[in-house]
């Protein structure tokens, strides 16, 4: 939380010397932060890596759900020292067109996707976005999303995907 104050993200971090997978540190990062057990999530798969805002790593985004419901939202414990506040968006309101808007960043050629989460006063933008909207194009049917332009000879160009993803 320390570099991204006040952004709205998933559970994530740096792979520890004690991940065997991206995955385990996926996993990891989630019982680190919102204290969810891993076995209480069913992992459905991974989206393609995608480089973070300063392209100096990989974010290696996987898509999965609950076992069980979370009842109540106010009884979620999380690590205060990471996360500021826990909330959910229903499908339907994000999958929803009048709450989704496209933006142009700075000098950005770029059309990144925004979503207003009216009742939070919430504005979900950058990486986190542009994960959720991969994975809506991908239950929409409408193929991968459209990755940035990335101008060649930068170094963002290493984190091109060689092939497109099975998943995302």
């Known amino acids: 939380m320390r570099n991204h104050r006040g952004e709205v993200s998933f559970p994530g971090g740096k792979r520890d010397p004690t991940d065997k997978t991206v995955l385990d540190t996926a996993l990891r990062e989630m019982e680190e932060e919102i204290f969810i057990s891993r076995e209480k999530v069913e992992v459905l798969g991974e989206c393609a890596p995608l480089p973070n805002k300063g392209c100096t790593m990989k974010v290696h985004p996987f898509v999965g759900f ?3 419901p979370i009842e109540d939202l106010a009884t979620i414990k999380f690590n205060e020292d990471e996360v500021q506040k826990v ?9 929803n067109p009048e709450r989704r808007s496209m933006v142009q960043f700075r000098d950005s050629k770029v059309l990144y ?3 207003k989460v009216d009742e939070e006063d919430i504005t979900i933008w950058g990486l986190t976005a542009f994960i959720i909207d991969g994975v809506l194009r991908r239950i929409a049917k409408e193929g991968p999303a459209q990755a940035t332009e990335i101008p060649t000879g930068t170094k963002a160009e290493r984190y091109r995907p060689a092939k497109p993803s099975a998943f995302v």
């Open 66 to 68: 609950l076992k069980e």
């Open 87 to 95: 909330f959910t968006v229903p499908l339907q309101d994000l999958m």
């Open 113 to 115: 996707p925004v979503w």
